[in-house]
């Protein structure tokens, strides 16, 4: 017996976790009645109230006998509003992301579609009471109804659709920019989604102009009662002051167009979901709700059914689960407790390190160097970052005064004495590392713990000068420290339990997700990377143009060419990467002798005076160019097969050589280390789906199903 998508979309909600529509009727006071509709799965707040097939149908059914309710005058208005802390996080993820087909898929859109839309014909006003997380499909709800008010204390509020490689597919995509305009709603459906998944509160809902009123969350149910009757009664008029106007809808492609420019000259063209997104924000502007949502079913059914969805959710999955339980942390073993850090070093990463320590551990941090100098403009440079935060708003006065108060310099090594926790920021060189970890491991605790910062270097080797090499341990920051969000945790043979699983508590407290890794060149995240620079100047200084180059490295999904990823770390630094690893695997990795060049001539991209890049400097091109004799230039397709096979074979000799246990370690390195885009899903995923790993080594890397379909 054949069945129909319709009836497939019901066989995969068998284990949904339904989200219950339950309907209680309030009095209004000035007379009349309020059905209330409140969204709830039964799961305390731990556990959101998502929307699956079943959750759907079953407000659907809810939402017909209110509307016949409304026919016969028994209410005179509906509200709906969520559980506790939460209104409605969203479509069921686990449910969409089984969807067995493209047909299927669209099933998920009409039924949203056709749900939601109930909520502006009952026959009376609809009000959405946002008391909390609204996310994708439950801030479409709050869209679908006539007015909206948000709780004070409402948080996790926004469309994070494209983010995860979809659209706002119930209507999102066309009923914000009739509500706020294109340019203020691209930044709610594009741009936020693209700053990692940024979100909104509730005053910023309001202000934008989503919500109609902004309640105190004390007596938020009451008083948004109150505010829907006085709406009811005609006492309360809602102005939309950010409704588009005749100017707007004027330069409404415009808008558009130079928001689908900037999209592309940040993440590249292969992310297909912000550009179906933006066509979507385009088409808002005229066309019947009917035409305009059978434009968001299709994108939303071509998107869910596509290989960049299934390599998203992988990401996602990742970040939310195996991101907080490291694998290879010890079992069983406690942290030591910190009281005191100490980061020798006063340079600007040491004075990020010594931030980030006071600012989250809430303990003394000092600083050394070796001048007094040196030490002054460190304690200075951290008091005038502590600034900025409190201007922002970002610290309140009080918070600013006591970690500015936590930190402290000295240009001797004693300040180290009582430190449970010792980091080095120093040059990045052997003798110069092990130099400074003897002298402190004179000075400090016996059980103190050390750390190095090295994004190279052996750990082992540096701690060969240490009587005890087992308090050692590789804690390798990604710059910006504040913002990149990965540790890698490096640990060697010597290094203990004690000391891992402490590093791995004190990355927790600094709200960093850690790795665990072995102690090889480059670890993770630069071993990888290193592979890449590696093709992408072998490719240029065997002859194949900078241009053609990048173009062969865009379809990898990395959020820029590797030139201007040379450029960001520093062309010396990018050298000196290529040339450990040349060191260790010189018939892999290629050597840093024309970097070095490119690195003394100080550039390789031309800018305008805004910093963008314009394209290759001419002398760069120059310095790097072989002969015409030796020169064997190639296409971009070659290239492009040239950096996968090249990955395709480093990630698999990284399992072999067990740096991590498990190729998903080495993705989330990527996507937290590297800003690998969640529509990749990672390096691997998409080493399989495009034949690389079975061209390689033979197999994938991952079951057909988290691969999703070929997308070359």
Not at 557 to 564: A, D, I, R, V
Request: glycine residues 10%; negative net charge.
């Amino acid at each position: 017996m054949t069945t129909t998508p319709i009836d497939q979309l019901t066989e995969l909600s068998a284990d949904e976790v339904v989200t219950h529509s339950y309907v209680k009727h309030v009095g209004l006071p000035s007379g009349g009645t309020l059905a209330l509709v409140t969204l709830d799965n039964g799961k305390d707040y731990k556990r959101p109230s998502t929307l699956g097939p079943r959750s759907m149908r079953e407000l659907s059914d809810v939402l017909d006998t209110l509307r016949a309710e409304a026919a016969a005058g028994s209410i005179q208005a509906v509200a709906i509003t969520g559980k506790e802390y939460c209104f409605a996080a969203g479509a069921d993820l686990s449910q969409a992301a089984a969807l067995p087909s493209r047909e299927v898929a669209h099933e998920l859109g009409v039924l949203g579609h056709a749900t939601l839309r109930k909520l502006s014909d009952l026959g009376v006003p609809s009000f959405a009471f946002v008391n909390g997380i609204a996310l994708g499909g439950g801030l479409e709800i709050a869209l679908h109804c006539t007015y909206r008010v948000f709780s004070s204390a409402a948080q996790g509020i926004g469309l994070p659709e494209v983010f995860l490689g979809i659209i706002p597919g119930w209507g999102g995509a066309t009923l914000l920019p009739r509500l706020i305009g294109p340019e203020k709603a691209l930044r709610v459906i594009v741009e936020n989604p693209l700053k990692n998944n940024r979100l909104m509160d509730g005053k910023a809902a309001v202000e934008l102009g989503i919500g109609d009123a902004l309640i105190p969350s004390v007596t938020f149910l009451p008083s948004a009662v109150a505010w829907a009757d006085g709406v009811v009664a005609g006492r309360t008029k809602v102005l939309r002051k950010n409704e588009p106007g005749m100017l707007e809808k004027a330069a409404w492609g415009t808008v558009v167009k130079v928001a689908r420019q900037q999209v592309a000259s940040k993440i590249g063209t292969v992310p297909k979901s912000p550009f179906r997104a933006l066509d979507l924000v385009a088409a808002a502007k005229s066309g019947s709700l009917d035409e305009r949502f059978a434009g968001e079913d299709d994108a939303l059914a071509d998107l869910l059914a596509g290989d960049q969805f299934a390599a998203s959710m992988y990401a996602f999955d990742l970040v939310q689960k195996r991101a907080k339980k490291p694998v290879g942390a010890p079992e069983g073993v406690e942290a030591r407790k910190i009281t005191k850090v100490g980061v020798l070093g006063a340079g600007l990463m040491a004075s990020q390190f010594a931030l980030l320590f006071a600012r989250r551990l809430g303990v003394p941090v000092v600083i050394t160097d070796v001048d007094q100098a040196r030490v002054d403009a460190g304690v200075a440079r951290i008091a005038g970052e502590v600034e900025k935060l409190r201007e922002k708003g970002r610290l309140s006065p009080d918070d600013a005064n006591r970690i500015t108060a936590l930190v402290s310099g000295s240009v001797s090594y004693d300040a180290f004495a009582d430190a449970d926790w010792v980091i080095e920021a120093v040059f990045e060189e052997m003798s110069v590392k092990q130099d400074v970890l003897r002298k402190i491991e004179q000075v400090i605790a016996p059980d103190a713990i050390l750390a190095t910062n090295t994004s190279s270097l052996s750990v082992t080797e540096m701690g060969s000068v240490l009587s005890d090499p087992s308090r050692l341990v590789g804690f390798h920051f990604f710059n910006p420290v504040a913002v990149m969000p990965l540790l890698e945790v490096v640990r060697t043979e010597q290094t203990s339990d004690e000391t891992v699983a402490t590093a791995l508590a004190v990355a927790k407290t600094l709200k960093k997700t850690a790795i665990v890794t072995a102690d090889q060149p480059g670890f993770v995240v630069n071993r990888v990377l290193a592979r890449v620079l590696g093709e992408a100047m072998r490719g240029v200084e065997q002859g194949t143009s900078f241009e053609t180059v990048a173009e062969g490295a865009a379809p990898l999904g990395l959020p820029m060419s590797p030139f201007e990823l040379l450029e960001l770390v520093g062309l010396p630094v990018g050298a000196h990467v290529l040339d450990s690893h040349h060191a260790a695997w010189p018939e892999r990795f290629y050597p840093g002798d024309g970097l070095k060049r490119l690195a003394e001539h100080g550039k390789i991209l031309t800018r305008d005076k805004k910093g963008n890049a314009t394209g290759y400097d001419p002398a760069a091109v120059k310095l790097v160019a072989p002969s015409k004799k030796d020169a064997a230039p190639v296409d971009a397709a070659t290239m492009q097969q040239r950096f996968e096979d090249a990955l395709a074979d480093e990630v698999h000799r990284m399992l072999e050589d067990r740096v991590v246990e498990h190729v998903e370690e080495i993705d989330l390195g990527l996507i937290l280390g590297a800003g690998y885009p969640f529509q990749a899903g990672g390096i691997s995923p998409y080493l399989d789906r495009s034949g690389a790993s079975e061209r390689v080594f033979g197999r994938t890397f991952h079951e057909p199903r988290i691969v999703g379909p070929a997308s070359r």
